[in-house]
């Protein structure tokens, strides 16, 4: 991905590219791609504000957005929920013995 | 079963850190902001409820009053999303702990009776006596009138924690019974599963209901002390 310098949620601001995207990194170079990225808080900051507009601009933020859009982070929000809860909903399993 | 009844209420954790904190700043990301005035359909439906519950809750307040507009609709509509979001399979409900619902009573509560007793001390203290008591009545009724008014945080907190909290447990009880008797016997099983729809809509009504009563208390105690 792209970094960036500042808010950016959507494609006029302009972008100084420093490296290149993931899938153009080959895969001699990934420890040293993986090294490169910015791992401070700010970082990661903008790596998440770039993600959630990426999908806000893609699914939610057109002209006819469907339901879809929303119902998508209500599943995965059911998935991660199901993650927490694996370790008592083990026990309630049907087998003979736990 | 006893240990497996309660145990979606304990609050998540992610190595002993609470991911308690991160559930409950997800609800926001629901509710994104915009800067143009015609917006995608999820920010219209979303400004125009907005628009019409706020209307709805803050007519009866004057100038001073209305000056706790903000607070009051984010609060709304932080317990509704909140509530409803629990309805997921599998989630974690932050509104069913005790302490968190105290947490948003308490400074409420006391911002509103703190307000009134700094602005109008008549008015504020008149609140202790109704009117029109016989005169070897006041001192008791003063006593009750007083532990009313300190007992206000209290029911607010406790009302919205069992009415979630109940809710949840009677969905996990008549969900298992469901289960379980669809060996035993088909026809009482479609009757329960009947019933466990029933309560799924009243759950949802509930969520909802809890959170516009818990914000029209306030608003009532804000009233009472503008």
Known sequence: ?????????????????????????????????????????????????????????????????????????????????????YKHLKHERLRKYH | MNENLFASFIPPTILGLPAAVLIILFPPLLIPTSKYLINNRLITTQQWLIKLTSKQMMTMHNTKGRTWSLMLVSLIIFIATTNLLGLLPHSFTPTTQLSMNLAMAIPLWAGAVIMGFRSKIKNALAHFLPQGTPTPLIPMLVIIETISLLIQPMALAVRLTANITAGHLLMHLIGSATLAMSTINLPSTLIIFTILILLTILEIAVALIQAYVFTLLVSLYLHDNT
């Open chain 1, 1 to 85: 991905m792209a970094s960036v310098v500042g808010i950016f949620s959507h494609s006029s601001v302009s972008v100084p590219v420093k490296d290149k995207k993931l899938l153009e990194v080959k895969l001699g170079e990934l420890p040293s791609w993986i090294l490169m990225r910015d791992f401070s808080p700010s970082g990661i900051f903008g790596a998440f504000q770039r993600g959630y507009y990426r999908y806000y601009n893609k699914y939610i933020n057109v002209k006819k957005g469907s339901i879809s859009g929303i119902t998508m982070v209500l599943a995965c929000y059911v998935l991660f929920s199901y993650s927490f809860s």
